[in-house]
């Protein structure tokens, strides 16, 4: 049964791209596709996704830390969102945001009511810094 808040209707043409864009680009929040397909059309979230293809074979995006000056690259779904964002309306980009965010609590509270602690899957190990693992 779907649940009624974080179900966002589409035609079936947009489910099917929702689906590839998702399976592409390995992006595991598939509300937040199909509220962009559904607030700026197939077209625009077809064009972001070869646009982000393109952005990928050539080495990816990268993007800069807040407060360390570090780099790292950009995941292909952030790749991907960050163009929607680039070509869409700035203020309509941000209410999909927000209702992705509202969504996502739900489906944290969702996880959490079945036992999933925080609502996300726990480490096998912990993680180790680069610097730690050159020293063994």
């Known amino acids: 049964m779907r649940d009624q808040h974080t179900f966002v209707p589409l035609e079936e043409s947009e489910v099917v791209l929702a689906e590839r864009i998702c399976r592409r680009l390995r ?3 598939k509300h937040l596709v199909r509220l962009l397909i ?11 996704l070869e646009e982000t293809i393109r952005v990928e074979k050539n080495g990816g995006s990268y993007v800069t830390l807040d407060g360390s000056g570090g780099v790292r690259r950009r995941l292909p779904g952030g790749v991907f969102i960050a163009t929607v964002k680039s070509r869409a309306p700035a ?12 969504i996502d609590k739900l489906l944290k509270k969702q996880l ?18 680069v610097l730690e693992r050159v020293g063994d």
Do not use: D, I, N, Q
């Open 27 to 29: 992006e595991h929040k």
């Open 38 to 48: 559904a607030r700026f059309g197939a077209a625009l979230c077809e064009g972001a």
């Open 91 to 102: 203020k309509e980009f941000k209410a999909v945001m927000r209702r992705s965010a509202e």
């Open 112 to 129: 959490e009511a079945r036992g999933a602690p925080g609502g996300a899957p726990t480490r096998k190990r912990p993680r180790v810094s």
